[in-house]
């Protein structure tokens, strides 16, 4: 049985749909490739050690456009074809499953609990208020956090409508500190439009970007790999529920130290 015809008979006996089935297709013809380039078609030709030297060579070659993978896009292609060789060994197409003793890294976890008011404080003093770059992560991970809009609409929002946005009173203050200092040196000429939030070049900043910046503060103060944007406020308001049935230590509403 030649590679190829694996495939279509693991797409034939289960039913994959969205990103699964790309991961699964695309994972494969990646594979493929690797093998027939060493001269192995068939499925017998693939050992274990043909497994390893492919997940290695997604971690330290790059692509066709000499672009590094991502290391999530490595772990989802590894383990979709990992999946497939597991599953023809498991029919007997294959002598030995050649995938034993394949040691991933466990993916990464986000944040699934409510940030603690210590945390939270932590998240929202983080950036350096005396740079540009410092100024705009404070008022988007603010924004993030006292309101409801959620990490696509905050990206999103104009100068205009950020100006017209209800916020505590230190938080306006950070809000006008930025507007006034810190995207007046961000902005570059016919570049930036009308865009609350700019990149160091003065484009503006995008959402992958924005939590991006997020998850390299939550590293920075040991909360983990990823902090979904949606926490913050989620932890905002549970703050704010705790102060109200008086279970805050110092009976203050400030989440941060003002």
Same mark, same amino acid.
Request: glycine content about 10%; overall charge positive; proline content about 4%.
């Given at each position: 049985m030649t590679l190829d015809e694996l495939l279509q008979r693991y797409l034939e006996a289960?039913?994959? *749909?969205?990103?699964?089935?790309?991961?699964?297709?695309?994972?494969w013809k990646k594979f493929v490739a690797f093998c027939r380039a060493r001269d192995l078609v068939q499925l017998q030709d693939v050992t274990a050690e043909t497994v390893e030297d492919f997940y290695k060579g997604l971690l330290w070659q790059p692509n066709d456009q000499g672009q590094w993978f991502k290391p999530n896009s490595?772990?989802?292609? $590894?383990? =979709?074809? &990992?999946?497939?060789? &597991? #599953?023809?060994?498991?029919?007997? #197409? @294959?002598? +030995?499953d050649p995938t034993v003793g394949l040691l991933l890294? =466990?993916?990464? *976890?986000? $944040?699934?609990?409510? @940030?603690?008011?210590?945390?939270?404080q932590a998240v929202l003093n983080a950036p350096d208020r005396c740079t540009?770059?410092?100024?705009?992560?404070?008022?988007?991970?603010?924004?993030?956090?006292?309101?409801s @809009?959620?990490?696509?609409? $905050?990206?999103?929002l104009s100068l205009e409508t950020a100006r017209q946005l209800p916020l505590e009173s230190a938080s306006e203050q950070l809000r006008d500190?930025? @507007?006034?200092? !810190?995207?007046?040196?961000?902005?570059?000429?016919?570049? +930036? !439009?009308?865009?609350?939030?700019?990149?160091r070049d003065g484009a503006p900043l995008t959402a992958p970007t924005a939590a991006a910046r997020l998850n390299d503060t939550a590293r920075q103060l040991g909360l983990g790999p990823r902090l979904p944007s949606r926490l913050l406020h989620k932890s905002y308001l549970a703050?704010?529920? &705790?102060?109200?049935?008086? &279970?805050?230590?110092?009976?203050?509403l400030t989440i941060r130290e003002r």
């Open positions: 289960h039913s994959l *749909k969205g990103s699964l089935l790309y991961a699964t297709c695309c994972g490595v772990d989802q292609y $590894v383990r =979709r074809v &990992r999946q497939v060789l &597991r #599953w023809g060994a498991a029919q007997g #197409w @294959l002598a +030995s890294p =466990r993916r990464l *976890k986000a $944040v699934s609990r409510d @940030l603690s008011r210590d945390e939270l540009p770059v410092g100024l705009r992560d404070a008022l988007l991970f603010t924004l993030l956090t006292e309101t @809009l959620g990490l696509l609409r $905050v990206v999103a500190d930025y @507007l006034n200092h !810190g995207r007046p040196a961000l902005a570059r000429p016919g570049i +930036s !439009g009308q865009a609350l939030f700019l990149t703050e704010l529920d &705790r102060f109200h049935r008086g &279970r805050t230590a110092d009976g203050t």
